[in-house]
Nanobody, 122 residues
Framework: QVQLAESGGGLVQAGGSLRLSCAAS????????MGWFRQAPGKEREFVAS????????YYADSVKGRFTISRDNAKNTVYLQMNSLKPEDTAVYYC??????WGPGASYDYWGQGTQVTVSS
């Protein structure tokens, strides 16, 4: 069982940066693939990025590649999403998720956080 809690969302101007954090409970955090997803109003939830259990492999959606960076600190049971060059279309609720099986957007994400709001003004 893993419990996830996101933080770090807020209001930022276009071109600005934010860093999201996702703190996980449980002693087995390091075995999970971790992912970030987002859901904008009126739209379906979409995959943003994922990172392997070791942190050695990452996967990004094309829409954020080159602007967002996912990382993790297994000693702190935390995964991060550094978001740079933010655009108004990045506005969404951002969720972190944990998967024991699979990789990238197709992994079996069994655990989800409550989400944190990111709003990018133009």
């Amino acid at each position: 069982q893993v419990q996830l809690a996101e933080s770090g969302g807020g209001l930022v101007q276009a071109g600005g940066s934010l860093r999201l954090s996702c703190a996980a409970s449980g002693r087995t955090f390091s075995v999970y693939v971790m992912g970030w997803f987002r859901q904008a109003p009126g739209k379906e939830r979409e995959f943003v990025a994922s990172i392997s259990w070791s942190g050695g492999d990452t996967y990004y959606a094309d829409s954020v590649k080159g602007r967002f960076t996912i990382s993790r600190d297994n000693a702190k049971n935390t995964v991060y999403l550094q978001m740079n060059s933010l655009k108004p279309e990045d506005t969404a609720v951002y969720y972190c998720a944990a998967a024991r099986h699979g990789w990238g957007p197709g992994a079996s994400y069994d655990y989800w956080g409550q989400g944190t709001q990111v709003t990018v003004s133009s």
